[in-house]
């Protein structure tokens, strides 16, 4: 479908360079013979053409789509193979508190805490097996159709994920339970200890009960008055409303 590509420019613009290598004493078949000429001097350009593009628009960018979908699904292939070549090739780098690994697909060193949570836990996910339950009840069965593979990075038979840990990975629960523990612990300790010379309290403790009390009627008068205003406001907002409707 080529007609996109005509407007009216291309016709105003021939139209005007007839005009201007045309008198008005000329006839029509002189008129119709100079537009011939004009035409062919446009058209047979040989230095116009070398440098004029004759492909298609559209078939051009459907054949660069063809190949950059193939260039992408080859460097997916790539990435993919030698992530298979090197299952098992994963090393753990030091003991430290977030241990870093080294993955020999990528040639680089990453820290546990990019890695999925199940390589956090104290049962990492393994890699001479499928499933990571202590005791696999299909431990003999390479049939991966039953498995799955969780989130975390953890995989079990479903049939074991069900039965053994009640559909949840028990080993990541465990390490966030005892992350949340351990966290309410720090904070209960620091709520619970004494505030030293240079420390301001988030609150201060009322001496007595009249304080509370007077306190307590403060907020109710502010509120009484609060929804006061918000009553007038409406007032005053629905009159003028019923002004309009007069006018």
């Known amino acids: 479908n080529n007609l996109p590509i005509f407007n009216d420019y291309f016709v105003e613009n021939f139209h005007s360079s007839l005009r201007h290598q045309t008198a008005e004493s000329n006839s029509e078949l002189q008129i119709i013979q100079k537009a011939k000429i004009i035409d062919a001097e446009r058209n047979n350009n040989p230095f116009k053409n070398s440098f004029v593009n004759l492909r298609n628009p559209a078939k051009s960018q459907i054949k660069e789509l063809k190949s950059l979908e193939k260039k992408v699904s080859l460097f997916l292939f790539s990435i993919f193979d030698k992530?298979?070549?090197?299952?098992?090739?994963?090393?753990?780098?030091?003991?430290?508190?977030?241990?870093?690994?080294?993955?020999?697909?990528?040639?680089?060193?990453?820290?546990?805490?990019?890695?999925?949570?199940?390589?956090?836990?104290?049962?990492?996910?393994?890699?001479?097996?499928?499933?990571?339950?202590?005791?696999?009840?299909?431990?003999?069965?390479?049939?991966?159709?039953?498995?799955?593979?969780?989130?975390?990075?953890?995989?079990?038979?479903?049939?074991?994920?069900?039965?053994?840990?009640?559909?949840?990975?028990?080993?990541?629960?465990?390490?966030?339970?005892?992350?949340?523990?351990?966290?309410?612990?720090?904070?209960?300790?620091?709520?619970?200890?004494?505030?030293?010379?240079?420390?301001?309290?988030?609150f201060e403790k009322e001496n007595n009960n009249d304080d509370e009390n007077d306190e307590e009627e403060n907020i109710e008068n502010i509120l009484e008055r609060t929804e006061c205003d918000v009553e007038n406001q409406y007032d005053i907002m629905y009159q003028q409303w019923l002004n309009y409707n007069d006018i």
């Open 83 to 202: 992530i298979h070549q090197n299952i098992g090739n994963t090393k753990q780098i030091n003991n430290d508190r977030y241990p870093k690994f080294y993955l020999p697909s990528f040639d680089i060193e990453v820290d546990v805490k990019v890695l999925p949570l199940g390589w956090n836990t104290q049962k990492i996910p393994a890699d001479d097996k499928f499933c990571d339950a202590n005791n696999c009840l299909l431990s003999n069965s390479i049939d991966l159709s039953n498995g799955i593979v969780l989130l975390c990075g953890h995989s079990f038979h479903k049939e074991c994920l069900s039965t053994l840990y009640d559909d949840k990975c028990n080993f990541c629960f465990d390490y966030l339970s005892s992350g949340i523990e351990k966290n309410i612990k720090s904070l209960d300790q620091r709520l619970s200890t004494s505030l030293k010379e240079n420390e301001i309290p988030l």
